[in-house]
């Protein structure tokens, strides 16, 4: 079992819907959770940064924490074309600063 | 624009060759991390430097080296290059690991190695 799971998708929605992405995982240790955005054979771009359990928001983005269901999601609101990308979770805890990332959810929003 | 350079943008080159992809962190960042991103692989953590010495290691290959130099900026050498490396190689920077909030990684624009 890896130690984060993320549905691959795709998933195609149309514009205006709200999208839900999501991650489990396994490593209870872990303690910072972050999502990032990943356009075509660009560099991952870091949309938001959550550290131990609770709710972040951010413009059209909002970011969600359950540390006891081990479960993370983003939640993006009226959805544009431009937001289709590759969605990548990534978590991490420890000294080191490693982080794992999930294998991305490759989201379509549909003009 | 993340402030982590990366070159080169894309390296075409043969089976078994070496080559040198170079990244330089963003200012003020100590921690560069390598990562290598593949279609059947996703992105997988190589090798991490904090402040010029190894800090840990991911799944890199022994034929896969890295070095972080006084200013900062990292090497990433891949040697007896085979088909399979053929991949994004990403580099990324962080501040200060170990203090809450200061965690976040920085990605650069990535290096398209393709071997042939």
């Known amino acids: 079992q890896k130690e984060v799971e993320q549905d691959p998708g795709p998933l195609s929605v149309p514009e205006g819907a709200i999208v839900s992405l999501n991650c489990t995982y396994s490593n209870s240790a872990f303690q910072y959770f972050m999502w990032y955005r990943q356009y075509s054979r660009k560099g991952p771009e870091l949309l938001m940064y959550?550290?131990?359990?609770g709710n972040k928001e951010d413009g059209r983005f909002t970011a969600q924490v359950d540390k006891s269901s081990k479960y993370i999601s983003l939640f993006i609101r009226d959805s544009q074309p431009s937001d289709s990308a590759t969605y990548l979770c990534a978590m991490g805890g420890g000294a080191t600063n490693k982080l794992i990332f999930g294998t991305g959810t490759l989201l379509a929003v549909q003009p | 624009d993340s402030g982590v350079t990366q070159t080169p943008k894309h390296l075409i080159t043969a089976t078994g060759q070496r080559v040198t992809l170079r990244c330089s962190p963003r200012?003020?960042?100590?921690?560069v991390y390598w990562y290598q991103q593949s279609l059947d692989q996703g992105l997988q953590f190589l090798i991490q430097?904090?402040?010029?010495?190894?800090?840990a290691k991911g799944n890199i290959l022994e034929r896969f080296s890295a070095q972080q130099f006084p200013d900062l900026h990292s090497e990433l050498n891949l040697s007896s290059l085979e088909l399979g490396d053929s991949a994004l190689y990403f580099c990324a920077s962080s501040q200060l690991p170990g203090l809450a909030g200061v965690r976040e990684q920085f990605f650069g624009p990535g290096t398209r190695l393709t071997v042939l």
């Open positions: 959550t550290y131990s359990s």
């Open positions: 430097y904090y402040n010029g010495e190894e800090r």
């Open positions: 200012s003020g960042d100590l921690s």
